[in-house]
């Protein structure tokens, strides 16, 4: 791991493969950079420097409390690439996380070669879901990760998934009960907040994928065609029997579709 101390907090994040081109993948709430295992050695043996960072309030990095927007998450994520001399990447980001990446690219769109969308969508939030997510905010904080991480992995994972997977049903549930509380009510109390990133994708002209399971109980499949609609130079993999986790649930097809965009987007540049 290494670390990197930006905008006031120190940020754990692992650094694979070298070269001029870097992805930058975001994880999603509630979890960590390691969701992401099943992508860095594929990603780093195709030529590709890639980084996984733990967001503010998650895993190794620095736990803020209070509320954290989106657009504070992305702007850690500008310091870091910042940091390291990078200039712009393909970014890609699961569910909270592919929001996050939504919101630098509307922060900092020059910075972005290619984007890659995972069971997430770009709607704003409903005056319900405002509500919901302020009221588990209030009750991570009173209870911890605990009973969540049994209660909502069946909406993180697949049924089958849950069956035939089981290192994978573990993995997902460590990484929810070990996330700090007081992180994850913060970035969920930001993220009731969010605008709608619908004109973003629209401005967005670079080589983009989306990629969601039919099984999904967060991202419909009317979400992932707009978003596909939206994009510019676009892919769509709808992946069937898969959850809200297709990078870790199926993937040898969600990485056959990264390095398929990954190929489609322009050198990344390299400042220094």
Not at 209 to 215: I, M
Request: charge should be negative; glycine fraction near 10%; hydrophobic fraction near 45%.
């Amino acid at each position: 791991m290494a670390t990197a101390t930006v905008n006031g907090i120190t940020i754990g994040f692992d650094d694979q493969g070298e070269g001029s081109n870097t992805l930058l993948l975001v994880h999603g709430h509630p979890f960590n950079r390691s969701m992401w295992r099943p992508q860095l050695d594929v990603v780093a043996k195709a030529g590709w420097r890639v980084l996984a960072p733990d967001l503010r309030g998650y895993g190794e990095t620095t736990v803020v409390t209070g509320k954290t927007p989106l657009d504070v998450f992305a702007a850690d994520l500008a310091a870091l690439l910042d940091h390291l001399d990078i200039l712009t990447v393909v970014i890609g980001g699961l569910s909270m996380g592919g929001q996050i990446v939504m919101e630098f690219a509307r922060r900092y769109p020059h910075r972005v070669k290619g984007i890659a969308l995972a069971a997430t969508f770009p709607q704003s939030e409903t005056d319900e879901g405002k509500r919901n997510r302020n009221a588990m905010a209030d009750r991570l904080l009173r209870e911890g990760m605990a009973g969540y991480a049994v209660e909502v992995l069946p909406k993180m994972l697949a049924a089958h998934s849950i069956e035939s997977l089981p290192e994978v049903a573990a993995h997902v549930s460590t990484m929810m009960r070990d996330s700090n509380p007081e992180g994850a009510a913060a970035a969920l109390r930001g993220r009731a907040e969010r605008p709608s990133y619908e004109e973003t994708l629209s401005n967005l002209a670079v080589p983009s994928l989306v990629v969601v399971g039919s099984e999904d109980a967060f991202t419909t499949r009317g979400d992932a065609e707009r978003m596909r609609d939206l994009l510019t130079d676009s892919e769509l993999e709808w992946l069937e029997g898969v959850g809200h986790m297709p990078n870790m649930e199926n993937p040898e097809a969600f990485n056959a579709a990264l390095l398929r965009l990954l190929s489609r987007s322009e050198p990344a540049g390299v400042a220094g």
